[in-house]
């Protein structure tokens, strides 16, 4: 039975760890990572398909005019985008897609998969969230302190998802997203074929 | 924060073992079962508050006019019936409270608490079901067939439920209820004094 993966929308703040998380769900088979298309060369040892789907700019805008992307942006003089027939394939082979997103592009993705499960992780404080800006010693102060203040109204848009994880601990955190998955696929829209099978054949569910 | 506790409906066909999984679950103190109130006379052991509220039929029929019962039904010219206080008291104490309910009943219970999180526990076959019914030794062949056609019956009415658990294995299915029961409470809409806190004071969640 149950046999479609679930589109999993995992986002929040920057410094809220969400990709943190994402690399410790993905160590196991049962989710897949979304495969990003892009038109920049291939980096040393960068393969196609599994870091990026490398495509020429023509390939790539060919793609925009044909909806083939969930969404896409210009970085760099270069394209990126997320396509959408590799989430599908995915999802119909049983697999449970994981789609790392910034909050902006959340909303978007929910006009296209309104089924997506859109999870939110959150600091468990913004001193925390702070620190692990502060830490990754990559930006002034001044970018740190506009990240925090973007972070605060991007917190305001936890009604937008599903379920929140506050993220003071990287294992638990993965633990509850992959109890979501687990749970939500005991939803009962999901059983209309096996409770048929059960009522009619007196089959095995 | 997530004080509330949350109110969970527990149904399914008669043989699908619902009994015994909510025996499981009141094993762990998060859990309160649902304490029925009757006019009829304690037996011995029994206890005023655990095994029921003893009231008299006056007392009862107050309960009744004054909207006090979520459900209620005479059996054997007494009365039974499901007191909303204790109910409403459990869930301010932040407990998990169970409502074991017939399949008939659990619609009424969705109208007074549309908030409640309703379960199906299902057999994973007819032939199962059938196996368990007789197994209890206590029906004729003609009433297990009458119980069977109604099982049939309660089955369609899955996708009034939230959630269908498969009851092959008592302790797996117990298992998925306690993890309904955490992964609800990370639903976005039980956050919003918790992410103001965030937000507003940079204190923790």
Redesign the interface.
Known sequence: MLKEGLKLVISGPSGSGKGTIVKELIKSENFKLSVSATTRAPREGEKNGVHYFFKSREAFEKMIVEGELLEYAAFCENYYGTPKVFIEECVRAGKDIILEIEVQGAKQIKAIYPDAIFI?V??????ELEKRLVGRNTETKEVIQKRLERA?EE??L?????????NDNIEQAAK?IQ??V??EK??????QE??ST??NN????
Chains 1, 2 share one sequence.
Do not use: M, N, W
């Open positions: 939110f959150v600091p468990p404080t913004l001193k605060k917190l305001s936890y009604k937008e998802y599903d379920y929140i994880i506050i509850y109890e979501i687990r749970i005991l939803k009962s829209h999901r059983f096996a409770i059960l009522v007196q089959g095995g569910i």
